[in-house]
């Protein structure tokens, strides 16, 4: 009989510190994004849609990796309240990592802008040209996006609760590989 595994695979972790410090750019490049009427603006527009496609196409992979790979179990002193937290969580970050790149190419699109990944390279639209449901995938992504901002900051506090306080092997299982 094989061990369970104590760690995350090497690409499932490559992925993961990938990400983390691309969706938080994303973040506050959004942020940028909405607050200046400055020559800023169209800079951090150009820089955020391409990396929105990019992190959608990073968490289809990971979505990928995760489903066949798996996760290594949580500790068995865990108490079951937590194991629920951290499962429930992980499916509202791997649901709002793919919602916020869906919803801002469908709001371009419904806004009749297209989605330009570098020079003429442009992706096809995802949604009618449609101003009513531009405003409201814009709220939408705005308010998914206050979402995603206060779920990573949950899990960086359940991730340095791990590391400092538990010392029970979640974090490193994620941060290097081992338990």
């Known amino acids: 009989m094989t061990p369970p595994r104590t760690h995350f695979s090497p690409l499932a972790r490559l992925l993961h510190w990938t990400m983390a410090p691309l969706i938080v750019a994303m973040l506050f490049i959004g942020v940028g994004m909405v607050a200046t009427v400055s020559r800023a603006h169209d800079t951090l527009v150009a820089l955020h849609r ?3 496609i990019a992190l959608l196409a990073l968490v289809l992979v990971r979505l990928a990796v995760r489903l066949t790979r798996g996760a290594p179990p949580l500790p068995h002193e865990m108490p079951n309240a937590q194991r629920l937290a951290a499962r429930v969580s992980h499916v509202v970050l791997y649901a709002l990592m793919l919602a916020m790149p869906l919803i801002g190419w469908a709001m371009l699109s419904a806004a009749g802008y297209p989605v330009t990944l570098a ?4 992706l096809p639209p ?3 040209h449609n101003v009513a449901l531009f405003a409201l995938l814009r709220a939408l992504h705005t308010w998914l996006a206050f979402a995603l901002f206060a779920t990573v900051l949950l899990h960086l506090a359940a991730a340095l609760l791990h590391a400092l306080i538990l010392r029970d092997g979640v974090w490193s299982s994620m941060a290097r590989g081992g338990r």
């Open 50 to 52: 391409p990396l929105g």
């Open 119 to 122: 020079g003429s390279l442009h």
């Open 126 to 128: 995802i949604a009618p």
